[in-house]
T-cell receptor, first 114, second 114 residues
Framework: DTEVTQTPKHLVMGMTNKKSLKCEQH?????MYWYKQKAKKPPELMFV???????INESVPSRFSPECPNSSLLNLHLHALQPEDSALYLC?????????????FGPGTRLLVL | GQQLNQSPQSMFIQEGEDVSMNCTSS?????WLWYKQDPGEGPVLLIA?????ELTSNGRLTAQFGITRKDSFLNISASIPSDVGIYFC??????????????FGKGTKLSVKP
């Protein structure tokens, strides 16, 4: 099974709202990733968790706050977003970050910020 | 961020035709991955390549890891309508810090010939 699940599938939020995106995998992977993808562009890396610790933050604004409660779950907390943050947010996982790095993606959350 | 050179940018297919696309880089890669993405969905891993010269098939798809470790190609034989979508190549450079991140090509959009 190479399934990564994400909820919600779609999200509309105002600029003053607080919301969270959720990602889950049960493959025993120890690296999990958040990507942002704009239309017709490749995914852009935002955060990497390795063994439940944040290992990479690609200079993402603080209005995006990641959290890894355990090895199967990854959250992305959103607060005071801007309309330009509207995008497809993808979660991915890999066995680990360095040795077995093949990444499997979830279906994404389509976010619209009004 | 750094991207791979993926070509063609777009192409039209007629059912039954063979399709070919490739990715090149000025740097060597340890891993080449090929993903397909349908609109509004996450990228789905098609083929993963781990060794220079490796040739791997997945049904009608065949991909190769270039012998120089700087390129890869994907072939689709006898295309069918459900092959339409965006194909991304991606790769890992020899790991170390952010160089361990997955680097994406800009994508090849496959559409059906009008």
């Amino acid at each position: 099974d190479t399934e990564v699940t994400q909820t919600p599938k779609h999200l509309v939020m105002g600029m003053t709202n607080k919301k969270s995106l959720k990602c889950e995998q049960h493959m025993g992977h120890r690296a999990m990733y958040w990507y942002k993808q704009k239309a017709k562009k490749p995914p852009e890396l935002m955060f990497v968790y390795s063994y439940e610790k944040l290992s990479i933050n690609e200079s993402v604004p603080s209005r995006f706050s990641p959290e890894c409660p355990n090895s199967s779950l990854l959250n992305l907390h959103l607060h005071a977003l801007q309309p330009e943050d509207s995008a497809l947010y993808l979660c991915a996982s890999s066995q680990d970050r360095l040795a077995e790095r093949t990444q499997y993606f979830g279906p994404g959350t389509r976010l619209l910020v009004l | 961020g750094q991207q791979l050179n993926q070509s063609p940018q777009s192409m039209f297919i007629q059912e039954g035709e063979d399709v070919s696309m490739n990715c090149t880089s000025s740097s060597i890669f340890n891993t080449w991955l090929w993903y397909k993405q349908d609109p509004g969905e996450g990228p789905v891993l098609l083929i993963a390549l781990y060794k220079a010269g490796e040739l791997t098939s997945n049904g009608r798809l065949t991909a190769q890891f270039g012998i120089t470790r700087k390129d890869s190609f994907l072939n689709i034989s006898a295309s069918i309508p459900s092959d339409v979508g965006i194909y991304f190549c991606a790769g890992h450079k020899p790991y170390g810090g952010s160089q361990g991140n997955l680097i994406f090509g800009k994508g090849t959009k496959l559409s059906v010939k009008p």
